[in-house]
């Protein structure tokens, strides 16, 4: 007797897959907002751990949607390429950091500071990122947000231990930070007011 096979609809496999890995992703950010949380609040004893959580869960979550929205592929550094030669038009480093830092304002943070960081400004090596303090927190005690890093997948670090951005390196760590504030973005994170403020930077070199 011919054994009878079920037939299987490739695309039903496919969706199955591509479901399974979706949930994979976002159970690394679950792991990811939960750390970055507890991170923000244990800044200092004065932030607000429902703060830093909220916060944490937005910067994740605006990262991915930015990603889909810029329409990311492969890795950062092939979505410049594609800018660049006019096939997508955002998905720079300042952008992420630009509309990050635009839907954080909402927030109205009150015992957590959002500031701009800059590595290298000006070079063609130019990053920019996000930076939370507490309140009357030096900058470089702070903690990165980086969502163009990885491709949307939120990166954060504390400023001093992120290794990739590090000045004099030769072998191993230098621990010299190439991160600096530009005033002129943190003022406008700061700014909570409703504004036509236009930025003046809209892209960076990365």
Request: aromatic residues 10%; contains cysteine; proline residues 4%.
């Amino acid at each position: 007797m011919p054994t009878k096979f079920l037939k299987v609809n490739p695309k039903v496999v496919f969706i199955f897959a591509f479901t399974i890995c979706i949930g994979a992703v976002w159970g690394r950010d679950e792991r990811s907002i939960k750390d970055l949380g507890e991170a923000l609040a244990a800044l200092a004893p004065d932030v607000n751990p429902g703060e830093a959580e909220l916060l944490s869960v937005t910067a994740h979550t605006t990262s991915r949607s930015l990603a889909r929205e810029y329409r990311i592929v492969l890795n950062p550094e092939f979505q410049n390429f594609l800018i660049n030669i006019g096939l997508r038009q955002r998905g720079y480093c300042a952008h992420f950091a630009r509309d990050i830092g635009t839907r954080l304002k909402t927030l109205k943070l009150k015992t957590l500071v959002l500031h701009w960081g800059a590595a290298y400004e000006g070079t063609s090596g130019e990053d920019n990122c996000l930076v939370v303090t507490a309140r009357n927190q030096p900058f470089q005690e702070g903690i990165i947000l980086d969502g163009w890093r990885r491709a949307g997948r939120l990166f954060w670090s504390a400023v001093r231990e992120d290794h990739e951005y590090e000045v004099e390196q030769h072998y191993g760590h230098s621990g010299i930070t190439a991160w600096k504030e530009n005033v002129h973005e943190t003022a406008w994170l700061q700014d909570y007011r409703p504004s036509e403020r236009k930025p003046k930077r809209t892209a960076a070199p990365h």
